[in-house]
């Protein structure tokens, strides 16, 4: 390397970067969620979603989600689009050539001093121009898009953590609208029976038509609710279908609601660790270092500018002597700065700033949101399979309570409004027991969701269970 070059690079290498350097601001996690009996490093979000949900037909309805959801292809382009924008930053480390050639023909006017012949001549150069990073805007971009894209990897993954868990509420719901269809049909069922108890009874002079009609009344009425159910589940169905990124149609069923596996405790993990894998954590994160390196670049610019530039080329009236004695070359530095424009660049320095702070603020409060989504979450879950435990025994009494007054009203211990009274009792009920079973793998969905479940989620042909 030249001496004259050596100060010049000890100025490009030793040059500095404006603004701050980022550090996470304090979250102050607690030491346990609420909800949650003691600290543990264990959590449900460990597990790939695959053991999470255990029913077959599940796993490959995800698997088909994360591949072809509308949201989630979306997600994927948007991941590329900031792939090519950090590129393009990039790009400003590097010289910039601007390659350029004419070529003339001409004749001049028979009045001019110098002849009127035809002419010709050719001019092939090429500029360079290289900026040097001496205040680190240069660096700070960057910074700020490598940060923008990182975040929007983060976004990618929260898509697609945010369509596995609205697949899996979806399959749940719509296998409780098919217990519950079920349950119309055997209470429509159970009041038809009970219907042509009393007609015969009634026939027989040993019942009222009082009986009869009120018989029928019941059956009517919980018949009314299968139609319901049915339009409900095929409403259901195209709404899985967006989900997968196909055609309103039909859905592969898998296990009864009632068979789907549920832990009787879910481990939530260590609060600190949501930061590192929660992935709209993360991207909130990726917004901050992108503002903060704003700062920086809004600090350079109040700055001078220098920036190296260079010409080689040439210029004759035959290309074949563009060389030699054609030949031009120049090289030398430029140095730009703002003029009267103090007042204007601190303006932007401040509004990077202010920029900067408003998105420490949302990154701090999608922390605190996220602490207290997993904690109502943990409680939900218990509270929810309290209440399922209290509705399985009421259900399984009132299943004994109408067995007792259909035996009861057939040795004419009774008469007819204990036999229906059970059995009214007993629809609803089932109904809430389904609910309740409903509610539960809802919350356990959610608290999946809510701890960053699937966190590692990249590639979807990565993601198929059975490969």
Known sequence: MSRRLLPLAALVLTGCALGPNYRRPEAQPPAAFRGQAQAEAASLADQPWWDVFGDPALKVLVAEALKSNFDARAATWRVEEYRARLGIERAGWLPAIVPGATWARGRQSTYSTSGHDLGQGYDVRAGVSWELDLWGRVRRLNEAALATYLGAQDARRGVYLA??????????????????????????????????LFSRRLAGGAASALEAARARAAKASAAATIPVLERQIQAQENLLCLLLGRGPGPIARGRDLARQPLPPAIPAGLPSALLERRPDLREAEARLVAANAAVGVAKASQFPTLSLTGLLGGA??????????????SVGASLTGPVLQGLRLQRQKDAAVAQWQQARVRWQAAVSGAFGEVSSALVAYQKEAEAEKELAGAVDALKEAVALANLRYTAGLSNYLEVLDAQQQLFPAE??????????????????????????????GAMDPGA
Do not use: C
Request: charge should be negative; aromatic fraction near 8%; glycine fraction near 8%.
């Open 431 to 460: 109904n809430a027991l389904s609910q309740a079973r409903l509610a539960r793998l809802l919350t356990m969905v959610q608290l999946y969701k809510a701890l960053g479940g699937g966190w590692n989620l990249a590639d979807p």
């Open 316 to 329: 004759a009236p035959e290309l074949s002597r563009i060389t030699g004695p054609g030949t031009e070359w």
């Open 163 to 196: 369509t596995l868990a609205q697949t899996a509420a979806a399959y749940f719901e719509l296998r409780e609208l098919d217990h519950r269809l079920e349950i119309a049909k055997a209470t429509t069922a159970a009041f038809g029976e009970t219907y042509d």
